[in-house]
């Protein structure tokens, strides 16, 4: 058999592994065949990077496949499958910043590795990492089992890198014919499998899976019904301070009132919105490209413009959006340092135009303003699933004013 057959059948292999991973756990069906094959010797099992390129060991998918009966062959290749996509719709990637990648990497396996799938057979020739072999409660994040390992004398030993797409970090075979994703593309992949998991009968789903759904979800319908009200309110009260009515251009309505002279609408009627974005050294990236996400969500929401203004303990110049894209196009903000958002919020209300509306998309972990604004500023706060968040007074920052992501 030729290499280039022998590739082509490993191939085949896989994507039936794929389709049948599909079949016995559909909601994850949008993600698996998002993912393009790249057959490597280079990797140690299976790996991922960060644009859900999967890349597959020969060796291994041959040994699976010709060691055991085809049911099971499939199975394991298919929990190998489950196994990869987890890493990026959890997006480990974006929350590994920082921290070793080896055992990140393995922080993460512990992770993922703990929910039971029906039909799905973790490798028996390849076992991965499992929390309770190292006395280790099931169902926590990655966060958690890493602070653990950090307390522990245990030795964890396990080499295999799994890519960029865990820790962040590229690696020498993520390179050739590979496809790129947009943050939208991520983004709208995360949100289907998650809808789908939310509709999905209870029997066979993980509670932390259905956790996650409801974290992806939620919290943005929750964002848009509490927010949405509160900045259309500071909205139209800025428009209809600089909108009154005129003569000095025709009423398109004049036909009917003839011969009477009407006055028509006059004035500048678009929607100043300022989003003042925490960009210190607490916000990790992952936060980040919660805020920007935020942003395309009021934009889509308000459909206006907004400007951003990226702060740490200090303002940095200006960025201007007009489509929703170009929220999900920034790959850098300036910052780094403390925070200060009372810095950010002077800034907005020295641009002038002067905005409508102020909102601050912050940790918390800021010292807020003592006193209210002329304008309208609205908080948005991340928080983790578990944490406390310090908020701004009250008064003179009510209810009204703050949403907790």
Known sequence: MSSANSSAELVEHIRFARAYAAEQLPWFAPALFRCRIIVTPRVDVAAIDLHYNVYWNPEVVADIWHGRDRLRALS??????????????????????????????????????????????????YPGMLPEKFGLARGQLAEHYLAAMDASKQTYDFRIDEGSGVHGQARPWEEGNRQELSPLDEEILR???????????????????????????GSRTNWRQ???????????????????????????????????LPPSLAGNRTARIVIVVDTSGSMEAADLQRALTEVAAVMRQFEYPVTIIPCDIRAYEPVRLVAVEEAYRLNYLPGGSGTDMTAGIQA????RPRPDVVLVLTDGQTDYPATAYAIPVVFGIFRTAGETVKLPPDPPFGKDRIVII
Do not use: K
């Open 348 to 351: 907005a209300l020295h641009l």
């Open 76 to 125: 394991e290749l298919a929990f190998l499958w489950v196994h990869e996509i987890s890493h990026r719709l959890r997006q480990h990637a974006e929350r590994a910043p920082g921290r070793d990648a080896r055992r990140w990497n393995i922080a993460c396996d512990f992770e993922i590795n703990d929910s039971d799938w029906g039909g799905l057979h973790m490798p028996a020739a």
């Open 191 to 217: 949100r289907e499998v998650a809808r789908r998991i939310r509709e999905a009968e209870a029997g066979g789903l993980p509670a932390g899976w259905r956790e996650w759904a409801a974290g992806v979800l």
């Open 226 to 260: 509490r927010l949405g009200h509160r900045m259309s309110v500071a909205i139209q009260r800025g428009m209809g301070a600089r909108t009154d009515y005129s003569y000095a251009r025709p009423s398109r309505r004049q036909a009917v009132y003839h011969p009477i």
